[in-house]
């Protein structure tokens, strides 16, 4: 039609078999030449030196992070009490160090307990890691335990934000937990959080009062308000329960096995 119309007549996709037009390979001289064309008018070890340089500025850079996931107190039947939970990185996009940190306790008591993880973490796909390290569990009677970790933490289709990992303490207990949440957008300063957690054990562990199989189960509502997208407050409300003989465990010291509290707190990165 372009032909007929005065126009250069050049082959194109509708002129070709299936629409697409034959791709020829490019002739033999296009490679003859060295890989960086530069090299033919620069110093070749100079201009190593300069694309080593802009490979560091944009493609592998270092930095770091640190998340408080949540600083908040919480109120109940019971005693009231505090809680945190934290992490960070340092490292590039593929390879990177993590630290986690977690722990309760309650006012103008003892600390229940603190946990703190050293990991490895390495990108095995877009959007998760694959993790593996120490975690260090500190107690206020003196039962401090030691675990070798690994785990997967990643964001799911849809943007839930889940971790999985397995814990093998030093007295040969293997356990593990499960976690996942998910923010609901109701403005853009105004967010809804749904959470939940598990914890599973794969033996009885007497000196812990934790039963074998799926030990505990935690799930909470939380509406914070992002003053800043790196600084916001919130408040909601959490409810535990255990399970099986760590349920027990629970009613034999006099506490029930199921909790619901009013939680505020902060939510933050920098």
């Known amino acids: 039609m372009g032909a007929t119309r005065g126009g250069p007549n050049i082959p194109t996709s509708v002129d070709a078999v299936g629409g697409r037009m034959v791709e020829t390979p490019p002739p033999a001289a296009a490679r003859a030449a060295p890989a960086h064309a530069a090299d033919l008018l620069f110093d070749p070890v100079v201009m190593a030196a300069a694309r080593k340089q802009l490979l560091a500025e944009?493609?592998?850079?270092?930095?770091?992070?640190?998340?408080?996931?949540?600083?908040?107190?919480n109120f109940g039947d019971g005693a009231d009490g505090y809680s945190w939970e934290a992490q960070g990185w340092t490292g590039g996009?593929?390879?990177?160090?993590?630290?986690?940190?977690e722990?309760?306790?309650?006012?103008?008591?003892?600390?229940?307990?603190?946990?703190?993880?050293?990991?490895?973490?390495?990108?095995?796909?877009?959007?998760?890691?694959?993790?593996?390290?120490?975690?260090?569990?500190?107690?206020?009677?003196?039962?401090?335990?030691t675990h070798l970790t690994v785990g997967v933490q990643g964001v799911a289709p849809y943007w839930f934000e889940m971790g999985a990992a397995a814990f093998l303490s030093t007295e040969g207990d293997l356990t593990a937990r499960f976690e996942a949440e998910y923010d609901q957008r109701i403005t853009q300063k105004w967010i809804l959080q749904p959470a939940v957690e598990l914890h599973m054990s794969a033996s009885d562990i007497p000196e812990l009062e934790v039963g074998s199989g799926l030990t505990s189960v935690t799930a909470g509502?939380?509406?914070r308000y992002e003053i800043r997208k790196e600084f916001a407050p919130y408040a909601g409300v959490e409810w535990s329960r255990s399970l099986g003989d760590t349920a027990d465990y629970a009613k034999a010291r006099g506490q029930d096995a199921e909790d619901m509290r009013f939680v505020v707190g902060l939510k933050a990165w920098f």
Request: charged share 30%; net charge negative; aromatic share 12%.
């Open 58 to 73: 944009n493609g592998d850079i270092r930095s770091t992070a640190v998340f408080i996931d949540s600083l908040e107190a």
């Open 93 to 101: 996009d593929i390879n990177r160090f993590w630290w986690k940190t």
């Open 103 to 145: 722990g309760e306790g309650e006012f103008g008591g003892n600390l229940h307990e603190a946990e703190f993880q050293a990991l490895y973490s390495r990108a095995v796909a877009p959007f998760w890691d694959l993790q593996a390290g120490l975690r260090q569990d500190i107690r206020p009677d003196g039962d401090d335990t």
């Open 221 to 223: 509502l939380r509406l």
